[in-house]
């Protein structure tokens, strides 16, 4: 089993910044893509970043500019530094991970989620 342990939401005011970690742990046998998704209100789950086991990005086009993804693959942690955030950043975040568990098995995990609110 793979568990996804998020930490670092909260409460900011706009044009604040946060940075979410998503640490992954069990029985990892390799990680591909990274990723970070989100979920407000009567909205449907939305890709925020996702980042592959080599570094490359990819960015929601609300969030380039402000945003940057980044991984430790010695530490199977993926983190989301947020910066200048506005209202319309308020959501749950949810980590997600491409977890190879042994040659043959691969599947897609999710964190529990950690909230972000952006208000003053």
Known sequence: QVQLVESGGGLVQPGGSLRLSCAASGSIFSIGAMGWYRQAPGNERELVATVTSAGSTNYADSVKGRFTIS??????????????????????????????????????????????????
Not at 73 to 94: C, F, G, H, I, R
Not at 103 to 119: E, K, M
Request: charge should be positive; glycine fraction near 4%; charged fraction near 20%.
């Open 71 to 120: 991984r430790d693959n010695a530490k199977n942690t993926v983190y989301l530094q947020m910066n200048s955030l506005k209202p319309e950043d308020t959501a749950v975040y949810y980590c997600n991970a491409n977890v190879k568990t042994s040659l043959r098995a691969r599947n897609d995990y999710w964190g529990q989620g950690t909230q972000v609110t952006v208000s003053s």
